[in-house]
T-cell receptor, first 112, second 113 residues
C-alpha cells in the first residue's frame, strides 16, 4: 500500500539553510495532510497540517505547500537548526478523519 | 497539547503469549487510535475507537487483536497469542472532536522471542 510516499529516505542540510521535504500521494480522497516529526524512542510529534482547500500553511519556521493537481506536498523548514534533526513523516487523512496514512519518512540531518 | 502516556515502555514476551499494552490519556478525549511501526517500516494504522466502540480497523487488526477501555480511562490493546512478526513499536494516539490532528504517546516497544 503506497498511498503516501516520501521518495527521499534522507536529507542532509547545513544549519541555517532551508530543508525541503517532499511527499506524494495517490488517493484523491485524501482531504487533509499533516507532517510529524519523530525522534528515536519517541512517538511522532505533530508539526503542521494543511487542508486540501488551501495551498499553503505557515507556522513559524515551518511551511507546508500543497499542489492538489499534482498530488504533491512539501514541508519547508527555514532556517534549519541542529534540533531539527529527526525523521519527518507525511500523513494524510480522508474527510472522515478516522485514520492517518503515513509515508515512509525522511531522515533529516542538520549539520552545525 | 498534553500527550498520552503508555505502559510499559518495553515488553518482552515469548511467542504465543498474551500481551496487554496500555494507554492513558491525560485529558478526556473521545477518539483513540492504535498504530504500530515495525523496525524500518512505515507507521501503520491498526484500529480506531470512538465512544467505546471500534469505528474502523485495518487488515492487520485480526482476531488476535482486541481493544477496550475497561475503566473509562485506560485504553488497552491486547494481542492474544503473539507472533514473531508482532515485534514492533506500538503507538497510542488521541484526537479531540475537532480537527484531524492526532497526538501520539511515546510508544511501547514489543519484542516477541
Amino acid at each position: 500500500d503506497q498511498q503516501v510516499k516520501q521518495n527521499s529516505p534522507s536529507l542532509s542540510v547545513q544549519e541555517g539553510r532551508i530543508s525541503i521535504l517532499n511527499c506524494d500521494y495517490t488517493n484523491s480522497m485524501f482531504d487533509y495532510f499533516l507532517w510529524y516529526k519523530k525522534y528515536p524512542a519517541e512517538g511522532p510529534t505533530f508539526l503542521i497540517s494543511i487542508s486540501s482547500i488551501k495551498d499553503k500553511n505557515e507556522d513559524g519556521r515551518f511551511t507546508v505547500f500543497l499542489n492538489k493537481s499534482a498530488k504533491h506536498l512539501s514541508l519547508h523548514i527555514v532556517p534549519s537548526q541542529p534540533g531539527d534533526s529527526a525523521v519527518y513523516f507525511c500523513a494524510a487523512s480522508t474527510a472522515a478523519g478516522n485514520k492517518l496514512t503515513f509515508g515512509g519518512g525522511t531522515r533529516v540531518l542538520v549539520k552545525p | 497539547e498534553p500527550e498520552v502516556t503508555q505502559t510499559p515502555s518495553h515488553q518482552v514476551t515469548q511467542m504465543g503469549q498474551e500481551v496487554i499494552l496500555r494507554c492513558v490519556p491525560i485529558s478526556n478525549h473521545l477518539y483513540f487510535y492504535w498504530y504500530r511501526q515495525i523496525l524500518g517500516q512505515k507507521v501503520e494504522f491498526l484500529v480506531s475507537f470512538y465512544n467505546n466502540e471500534i469505528s474502523e480497523k485495518s487488515e492487520i487488526f485480526d482476531d488476535q487483536f482486541s481493544v477496550e477501555r475497561p475503566d473509562g480511562s485506560n485504553f488497552t490493546l491486547k494481542i492474544r497469542s503473539t507472533k514473531l512478526e508482532d515485534s514492533a513499536m506500538y503507538f497510542c494516539a488521541r484526537k479531540t472532536g475537532l480537527g484531524y490532528e492526532q497526538y501520539f504517546g511515546p510508544g511501547t516497544r514489543l519484542t516477541v522471542t
